[in-house]
């Protein structure tokens, strides 16, 4: 291995391997590369575990910009057991729902000089957020590629599908974000839980609608993604004081009390919920 490459494969009994190089006897294992988890928010406790479950490069979503700032440098000097880490420049909107990391640039001209800031410090892209201006999105979206970044995010609320797409979006991160575009009223909040609860509306959705085709045609020619985090969604919508639903249950328990307690936590206020059965139809219909 040279670089993090495999460089040579030894047949067995073939030659022993050099003094500098770990020899791993690998017999009745299969040898992969590793796998890649395309939307994370990167904390201290997760590096172990995606390395002990075989992540060893990660996609963050969104994040304070001390703490990656800090991190990512002693990442590649080898400081810390760490997956390998491309980030996104977050970058949110102002309002009473702004999240609370990356810029909330007040103006045009501050969101512009945060994804400066971002291609300054070589991320991969940035990502807008639910608060967005949706006026601001597409000056945002040509300066970013302008400068070599790639922009993803949240469809800002009072925005849709094919707005963001047509503005310069390369990819739509979660399928509600992409779905909501199908079922909102335009004058509906989704800064609020919201974007999540208006699923329920999802088990309705005609998938074969002008609505839905015109989307997904401009997704198409635009060559636009989607990060759908399907299973996160129905940890959201299906979880419940003091017990892991969906794909959760399997793992919840065995992975120490910090991971148990995330799992088995209410998500969102439990008069929002959407009964399971509901999800169901939603998954089963829409993805």
Same mark, same amino acid.
Do not use: C
């Given at each position: ?41 990167? @904390?201290? =406790? ?37 997956? /390998?880490?491309?980030?996104? #420049? ?27 800031? *971002?291609?300054?410090?070589? *991320? ?14 597409? +000056? ?22 094919? /707005? ?12 509600? =974000? ?7 009223? +335009? &004058?509906?909040? @989704? ?18 609608? =002008?609505?839905? !085709? ?5 997704? &198409? ?13 129905? !940890? ?9 639903? #969906?794909?959760? &249950?399997? *793992? ?10 995330? /799992?088995?936590? @209410? ?7 959407? =009964? ?12």
């Amino acid at each position: 291995m040279m670089r993090d490459t495999i460089s040579q494969i030894i047949p067995a009994g073939g030659d022993d391997a050099p003094e500098d190089q770990t020899l791993i006897d690998g017999e009745w294992g299969t040898l992969y590369p590793g796998l890649n988890d395309m939307h994370s928010h990167t @904390t201290l =406790q997760s590096s172990l575990l995606f390395l002990a479950v075989g992540v060893t490069a990660t996609r963050d979503m969104g994040n304070d910009n001390s703490f990656l700032q800090d991190l990512l440098p002693r990442i590649d000097a080898g400081e810390i057991a760490w997956p /390998r880490m491309v980030p996104a #420049g977050f970058i949110e909107g102002r309002s009473p729902y702004s999240a609370g990391f990356g810029f909330i640039p007040g103006t045009l001209e501050d969101a512009l000089k945060a994804v400066r800031w *971002y291609a300054d410090r070589n *991320y991969f892209e940035i990502k807008i957020y639910n608060s967005m201006n949706p006026d601001w999105v597409k +000056p945002i979206a040509a300066t970013a590629h302008r400068l070599g970044l790639g922009v993803t995010g949240h469809v800002p609320a009072f925005s849709s599908p094919d /707005r963001v797409i047509e503005d310069g979006y390369d990819t739509i991160a979660h399928i509600n =974000q992409l779905v909501l575009g199908w079922t909102l009223d +335009p &004058k509906e909040d @989704t800064r609020t839980p919201l974007r999540l609860t208006a699923l329920a509306r999802a088990g309705a959705i005609d998938l074969s609608s =002008q609505r839905v !085709q015109k989307t997904v045609g401009l997704m &198409k020619s635009h060559n636009v993604a989607l990060d759908t985090t399907a299973v996160i969604l129905e !940890q959201l919508m299906l979880s419940r004081a003091a017990w892991a639903g #969906g794909f959760s &249950k399997p *793992y919840a328990d065995k992975n120490g009390i910090t991971v148990a307690q995330d /799992r088995n936590g @209410t998500s969102i206020p439990p008069a929002l919920f959407i =009964q399971p059965r509901t999800i169901g139809v939603t998954l089963a219909r829409s993805f």
